[in-house]
């Protein structure tokens, strides 16, 4: 099946700082998303960006489908970002909504 | 919209016993509904697509007979965990993708079923 590799797996950050996190991804795809999965177990839908760019307040995302690989920007990082973030695609001719999930970065902000 | 509801939240049982949770579409039909599972500190692993009115189609190397999937309508999917054990214990969590984005519609998931088998 498709593979699909996040980095960095640990991030650390001070509150107020930047980060960007990247998900590549080995074969073409139809669908990919980015999650943010809560301490209680949520999965928060962030984007639904199979290409291009998108933005969402302080979050933005950028896919080059072409390139086989996806960035999740977060700016003046907050407390309250903490968690696994997720990239997940749907590989091109697969079943409709089959995602596969990378292995996730694990963002700690300190205030 | 999208909204899918999983029931329960959590939940503890003996081992041996069997355990059912419950995925719901609350404001849109699914044909199709998956099924995963998270252990800790771990990702989410695709265990099953469950097909309305059809058998569930299993990944590679997920018991079938340990995981019964029933999807009896269009906005239900139930996943039995039988006759549980300890190594069960996990987050399952299910998600569906509603139909009028076409092919290419984001995923909506569940708020996830915590499972500990004592």
């Known amino acids: 099946g498709i593979q699909v590799e996040q980095s960095p797996p640990d991030l650390i950050l001070q509150e107020g700082a930047n980060s960007t996190l990247r998900c590549n991804f080995s074969?073409?795809?139809?669908?990919l998303q980015w999650f943010h999965q809560n301490p209680w177990g949520q999965l928060i839908n962030l984007f639904y960006?199979?290409?291009g760019t998108k933005q969402n307040g302080r979050l933005s995302a950028t896919t080059v489908a072409t390139e086989r690989y996806s960035l999740l920007y977060i700016s003046s990082s907050q407390t309250t970002d903490s968690g696994v973030y997720f990239c997940?695609?749907?590989?091109?001719?697969?079943?409709?909504?089959?995602?596969?999930f990378g292995r996730g970065t694990q963002l700690t902000v300190w205030p | 919209g999208a909204v899918v509801s999983q029931h329960p939240s959590r939940v503890i049982c003996k081992s041996g016993t069997s355990v059912k949770i419950e995925c719901r579409s609350l404001?849109?039909?699914?044909?199709?509904m998956f099924w995963y599972r998270q252990f800790p500190k771990q990702s989410l692993m695709l265990m099953a697509t469950?097909?309305?009115?059809?058998?569930?189609?299993?990944e590679q190397g997920v018991e079938k007979d340990k995981f019964l999937i029933n999807h009896a309508s269009l906005t239900l999917s139930t996943l039995t965990v039988t006759s549980a054990h300890p190594e069960d214990s996990s987050f399952y969590i299910c998600?569906?993708?509603?139909?009028?984005?076409?092919?290419?519609?984001?995923?909506?998931f569940g708020n996830g079923t915590r499972l500990t088998v004592t």
């Open positions: 960006i199979p290409s």
């Open positions: 998600s569906a993708s509603p139909p009028w984005g076409g092919s290419n519609s984001p995923l909506h």
């Open positions: 404001d849109f039909q699914a044909t199709t």
């Open positions: 997940a695609v749907v590989n091109r001719g697969s079943t409709l909504g089959r995602l596969y």
């Open positions: 074969d073409s795809v139809n669908n």
């Open positions: 469950s097909n309305e009115g059809s058998k569930a189609t299993y």
